[in-house]
Structure formats: C-alpha cells, structure tokens
C-alpha cells in the first residue's frame, strides 16, 4: 500500500498551492480519502475528506471556503486546493486512505498515511 503525497512549498499569505496524493488503485477507490495536518508543536488535526465517489466531502472549520478536496479515481489521486493561505495554515499535510466509503474527522478511522508534505506560509 503505497500513499504519495505531493505539492508542498513555500507560498506568501494569500497564496495557493495545490497537493496531490497518489493511492494505489487496489486500496482507495472504493474508499474516502482524507487531508490532515501537522504544525510543529502541535497535534495532527482534521483538514478535509472526500467520499470514496466524491460525492460527500468535509472540512475543518478553519479552512472552509478556502480549501477544496476533490478526487480522479480515473487517476487514482486525491486533491487538496488551498486557497488564501496565511500563516496558520503552515504544517505537514498527510493524506490518509480510511477504513470505510465516507471518510471521517477521526485519524483514527484512517488505515493507510502518506509520509507528508510541508506546507509554508510566510508573512
């Protein structure tokens, strides 16, 4: 089981970036994907998910209206526009394949992690 995250860098407040996350065919297309998220210091928390069809997605509260979780499961990936950045959303983003169809806030519904990608905002 293979995850790849990809498309951190170093972006100004107000900037975008766009991540990627390549699963492997055979573990997510019957599965939700989700985006969490890690600044130093602090523990993972929740970012977004997407249905294992796109049809149903979710965000934080602290990144609604700027984010966007989308997926190509022709493509076998996973996305995550960012949008509006600003300093807090600096982290390392972890895309995440869950256990069940429709994802969760929960890390610990989430069976499969990506090794991250690093996210920063500067000022």
């Known amino acids: 089981v293979q995850l790849q995250a990809s498309g951190g860098g170093v972006v100004q407040t107000g900037g975008s970036l766009k991540l990627s996350c390549a699963t492997s065919?055979?573990?997510?297309?019957?599965?939700?994907v989700g985006w969490f998220r890690q600044a130093p210091g602090k523990e993972r928390e929740f970012v977004a998910h997407?249905?294992?069809?796109?049809?149903?997605?979710s965000y934080a509260d602290s990144v609604k209206g700027r984010f966007t979780i989308s997926r190509d499961n022709a493509r076998n990936t996973v996305y995550l526009q960012l949008n509006s950045l600003n300093v807090e959303d600096t982290a390392v983003y972890y895309c995440?394949?869950?256990?069940?169809?429709?994802?969760?806030?929960?890390?610990?519904?989430?069976?499969?992690w990506g090794q991250g990608t690093q996210v920063t905002v500067s000022s």
């Open positions: 995440a394949v869950a256990r069940s169809s429709y994802g969760s806030t929960d890390a610990s519904q989430y069976r499969y």
């Open positions: 065919r055979r573990t997510s297309s019957n599965n939700a």
């Open positions: 997407v249905s294992w069809n796109g049809g149903v997605t």
